[in-house]
């Protein structure tokens, strides 16, 4: 090849009068012209100021050098004059973008490009080159002059760019859900493997598609609002978005949208997450709800009338026996007094029973409305106490109530709230020890009240604890002394949810139990 000549011998190599030209003895009389001014040697100085230069001849020797090229390649002039320019090229004479350049020069062809060279360490950096040729009055191309740029941080930028753009395509690819990149006119610039799936578009076709084609059309100027919302940063998601397939079949959808950079331009990246197994389950949770509210409600109904059934003739057993055990004229004898004793406890049993499940059935029903207004604590504790105090004499149980500020008022539905204190008050008595106590007391913060009913009594087992809110559960009191529905309490905290509150307990085995229920402070 031409690059590959010999240097030309010191005889035959141009001089550097022949560059400068020779100036005559008239001509170094006349004022100094344009043409001095700018000599080439000046014009050389001038330039490598921003840019390195040399000059070569035809074949590529190094004829004349800046101190730019002597510090980019580590090499002295005087080590690089006479020295073919290959000399600091990287990759050899092989690599393509060389053989470019070498064989502009061979035909005498200015040349521009980037080139990879290396310096006298052996370390590599990149320039921006422009190879203009010099021709003679003989037509044939004597110098050529390279001006260079030093672009190696550059492409070192490029470089960490193109990899953070591989990688972002490699996670792109990976991901489990469908990924479009969309330019700002809404053409698809790039998809990956999911994508294809749920559109049903293979890449090279989704390609040339706008992203309206890929929504039906009562869909489209939703979409278009979104990509104006998404541009200017007000939106980053859509709910319940509906994708046309390729096929015609509607995909539901939920989009998350961002505006990046990807090579070299700004897209919109969607994410689109195929939520047809989610609308299915929430279609069939639906079903199945409507038809648990169904069979509820037909439960309610069914329980509401059997209860009512059994109130008339359950009235009738409590007026006769009460009417038998009141009857003054003709006495009972002792034996008949304890036998209709047992009827009238076992109807009060079952009265209370009923009751119980009527009003749970009412609230699960939702036709139980409670109604919210300000309650003054310590006034309705001295109603509960007075409620509560000939239950307590009777079992030898002591009422205490803790000071309560006068001034303390909470939200609540005052009949409700007095019906599930007055339960927590009388479980607290019945489970008490003889000559226990039984306490109420109340922790008011800002926005909270808690009212707390305190035993002494014996305690709930701690594997036991998690089965207290479940109906008729008795914990294991069911063949006890003490009569009760396993409903009280299941009532208390559906009452306590209904005026935005929670009803909870604290217990040891042994020791007694702390049932509160918390409540929102009235605002003064």
């Not at 005498?108 to 370390?123: C, F, I, P, T």
């Not at 541009?231 to 995909?251: H, I, P, T």
């Not at 000939?390 to 002591?398: C, S, Y």
């Amino acid at each position: 090849m031409a690059h590959a000549t010999q240097p030309l011998p010191e005889n035959d190599r141009p001089s550097s009068s022949s560059i400068r030209g020779v100036r005559s003895a008239a001509a170094e009389k006349r004022p100094p012209t344009l043409s001095t001014v700018l000599a080439p040697e000046r014009l050389l100085e001038a330039v490598s100021q921003h840019i390195a230069v040399c000059v070569t001849d035809s074949q590529g020797i190094l004829l004349q050098v800046d101190e730019r090229i002597s510090q980019l390649s580590g090499y002295r002039v005087d080590e690089l004059l006479g020295k073919s320019y290959g000399l600091l090229l990287s990759g050899g004479e092989m690599e393509q973008s060389n053989r470019a350049f070498w064989q502009s020069l061979a035909a005498g062809r200015s040349w521009k490009g980037e080139l990879k060279l290396k310096n006298r360490q052996g370390e590599e950096f990149w320039i921006e080159l422009t190879a203009t040729p010099i021709v003679g009055d003989s037509g044939g191309v004597m110098f050529y002059v390279f001006s260079q740029t030093d672009i190696t941080s550059f492409k070192q930028v490029e470089a960490a760019l193109q990899n953070s753009e591989d990688r972002h395509r490699a996670l792109m690819e990976q991901a489990n859900e469908a990924i479009l990149l969309v330019d700002m006119d809404g053409w698809l610039v790039a998809a990956n493997r999911r994508a294809e799936e749920v559109t049903g578009y293979p890449r090279d076709e989704l390609l040339n598609l706008h992203m309206q084609q890929l929504v039906p059309e009562n869909f489209r100027h939703r979409l278009l609002d979104l990509h104006q919302e998404v541009l200017e940063k007000r939106r980053d998601a859509f709910r319940g978005g509906m994708l046309l397939r390729k096929d015609d079949r509607l995909v539901p959808v939920d989009l998350s949208c961002a505006v990046i950079e990807s090579g070299g331009q700004r897209v919109i990246q969607s994410i689109l997450h195929d939520i047809t197994e989610r609308k299915k389950l929430e279609a069939e949770l639906i079903r199945a709800r409507v038809v648990a509210e169904r069979a509820n409600r037909a439960k309610s109904v069914f329980i509401s009338r059997i209860s009512h059934e059994l109130r008339t003739p359950l009235n009738a057993i409590l007026g006769f026996a009460q009417l038998l055990e009141s009857d003054e004229e003709i006495p009972l004898a002792d034996r008949h007094r304890e036998e209709v004793s047992q009827i009238l406890n076992a109807g009060w049993h079952l009265l209370e029973l009923i009751d119980d499940i009527l009003s749970l059935s009412s609230i699960e029903s939702g036709g139980l409305r409670v109604e919210l207004a300000p309650v003054p604590v310590a006034e309705l504790l001295r109603e509960c106490r007075d409620l509560l105090d000939p239950l307590a004499r009777e079992r030898n149980v002591t009422l205490a109530l803790m000071p309560v500020s006068e001034n303390l008022v909470l939200v609540a539905d005052r009949v409700r709230l007095k019906e599930v204190l007055l339960n927590l008050g009388t479980n607290a008595i019945k489970y008490n020890k003889i000559n226990g106590c039984v306490s109420f007391s109340v922790v008011a913060e800002t926005e909270r009240v808690r009212i707390n009913v305190s035993d002494t009594g014996i305690g709930i087992r701690p594997e036991k604890m998690q089965h207290l809110f479940e109906p008729f559960e008795r914990l294991g009191q069911e063949d006890g002394n003490i009569h009760g529905s396993g409903l009280g309490l299941v009532i208390a905290r559906r009452l306590a949810e209904l005026m935005d509150g929670n009803l909870g307990v604290w217990s040891e085995f042994g020791v007694g139990s702390t049932f509160w229920i918390d409540l929102p402070r009235a605002r003064e």
